[in-house]
């Protein structure tokens, strides 16, 4: 990213849980499968709130070979260590802190067709507000489009 190019001219947002009610409630929520065919890399940026009780929040993500979830198996880091990709546990404690993951495309498995990811958030033991979004950064083919976001003041 050069020095005058804007943040929304190359970083496009995928998928996103918003810190509704529904997606704070006990279990698993999920963004659904997006592909990174088109980007180099990827960040999940997920902005913990406000827990209720002794609440848990686990994140994961899975890898695909489309977006309707063929094969899906965890992403892993380079290394092939299984669970890699996946923060430690978020605890009552950690209200207010926030969660990145960075993934590459050679992380995934290309070799195989695998070129989707979708992220669960899982909580547990009672509600936990956050909010989570899937960015696609560095665009292989085109500019990114600045249709998600609802306003964009330069």
Do not use: W
């Not at 993500?61 to 892993?76: C, H, I, M, Y």
């Amino acid at each position: 990213m050069s020095y005058t190019q804007e943040f929304t001219e190359c970083h496009d947002v995928l998928a996103a849980l918003a810190p509704i009610t529904a997606n704070g409630a006990v279990g698993a929520h999920v963004t659904g499968y997006v592909s990174l065919a088109d980007y180099h890399r990827a960040f999940v940026f997920c902005h913990v709130g406000t827990p209720a009780g002794a609440s848990t929040i686990d994140i994961t993500v899975q890898q695909a070979q489309d977006t309707s979830g063929t094969g899906t198996k965890e992403l892993t880091d380079i290394t092939g260590v299984t669970g890699t990709k996946a923060p430690t546990q978020i605890v009552a404690a950690d209200a207010g802190v926030y969660v990145g993951i960075e993934i590459r495309s050679a992380e995934l498995d290309v070799s195989n067709g695998f070129h989707t990811v979708q992220i669960t958030v899982t909580v547990g033991v009672a509600a936990y507000t956050y909010s989570l979004l899937v960015l696609g950064i560095v665009s292989r083919y085109e500019a990114v489009g600045i249709t998600d976001f609802q306003e964009v003041i330069p």
